[in-house]
């Protein structure tokens, strides 16, 4: 049976960290290992973490000490440093909820597909409030995955992506020391740059918490909307990407011809003149998932925020 690295990052944790732990012992996939990255917790968090290692033995999970520098760059120092030698990776998040099955849904796909080749699993979520009833979902996207999609949207969540080594292996390359924008957009970028397959379930896998402390909240959620639409007009999408073709320039022996010609696109369209963006608006490839999302990324590109 193939075994699963769970890779979970904490951080003042301890109000929900329990349910998740629970919740992930709980698993219909049992062959699984944890390695837990804390960044310098000072509430219970830690005690809660060693309560479980005991439990459930050293072997079945670890706990290290996180670099101390943002969630994000902590998910990536358990990539880009562990020894872990599974098959398949997840990332968990201290807060959530996991369906029993997430994880066997996940290796379900995974394990029909080549795995030579870069493969990610990521799905929807439920939104879950501090008292677990269910708020909503995350928004459902219907356009296909890909590289002319990563380049200017993430579509899932990191805590609901399952991935194989060969992805693992990839990511590792890229080291610590670069600006990342968020762990979660880099798999799903470097996947789909990398001629890898992607499989975004329409089917919830996780109960997402959306609470106060959330470093990043969901996007259905309307002050993370505007938000997210102030980012937009401040320029710091384009700002995003470039830091993304930054850390995609370090694997570049590896992109696919379809990913090289999607970042020649890029510059291209980003050297448009507001009536050329529109004289060649059916020539743009790239798009986001929603008719909303997608005409707000034709006005960035318009007034020069892509």
């Known amino acids: 049976m193939p075994e699963i690295t769970i890779l979970m990052c904490t951080y003042n944790g301890s109000r929900f960290l329990e349910e998740q732990l629970i919740s992930i012992e709980n698993q219909t996939f049992k062959n699984w290992n944890i390695i837990v990255s804390d960044d310098k917790s000072i509430d ?14 050293r072997e079945k999970m670890q706990i290290v000490n996180g670099p101390g520098n943002g969630f994000s760059k902590n998910f990536l120092s358990l990539l880009c440093n562990s020894s872990s030698k599974s098959s398949y990776y997840a990332f968990a ?7 029993p099955n997430k994880l066997t ?22 939104l879950i409030d501090t008292k677990n009833n269910v708020i909503g979902n995350s928004p459902l996207f219907s356009k296909k ?3 002319f999609n990563a380049l200017v949207q993430s579509i899932a969540g990191g805590n609901t992506m399952i991935f194989n080594r060969k ?26 740059s990398v001629s890898g397959k992607v499989n975004y379930d329409k089917w919830t896998s996780v109960f997402y918490r959306q609470h106060e402390n959330n470093k990043i909240g ?30 995609l320039n ?50 960035g590109i318009i007034f020069k925020r892509l």
């Open 44 to 57: 219970k968090t830690v005690k809660i973490l060693k309560e479980f290692q005991i439990k459930w033995g």
């Open 93 to 99: 998040d201290q807060d959530d909820i996991w369906d």
């Open 105 to 126: 849904k996940g290796i379900e796909f995974l394990s029909k597909e080549e795995p030579s080749n870069a493969l990610l699993y990521c799905s929807r979520t439920k």
């Open 145 to 147: 995955p890909s590289i």
């Open 167 to 192: 992805t693992f292996e990839i990511v590792s390359r890229i080291g610590t020391n670069d600006k990342i924008v968020s762990h979660d957009w880099l798999i799903y970028l470097i996947v789909t």
């Open 218 to 247: 969901n996007n259905m959620m309307f002050f993370s909307r505007i938000k997210r639409i102030f980012y937009f007009l401040r320029g710091d999408l384009k700002k995003w990407i470039n830091q993304n073709l930054i850390i």
């Open 250 to 299: 370090k694997i570049d022996d590896q992109l696919s011809l379809e990913a090289k010609q999607a970042i020649k696109h890029l510059q291209i369209v980003r050297n448009y003149s507001w009536f050329e963006v529109i004289i060649n608006l059916k020539k743009i490839k790239f798009y986001r998932q929603t008719y909303f999302g997608h005409i707000a990324l034709i006005i």
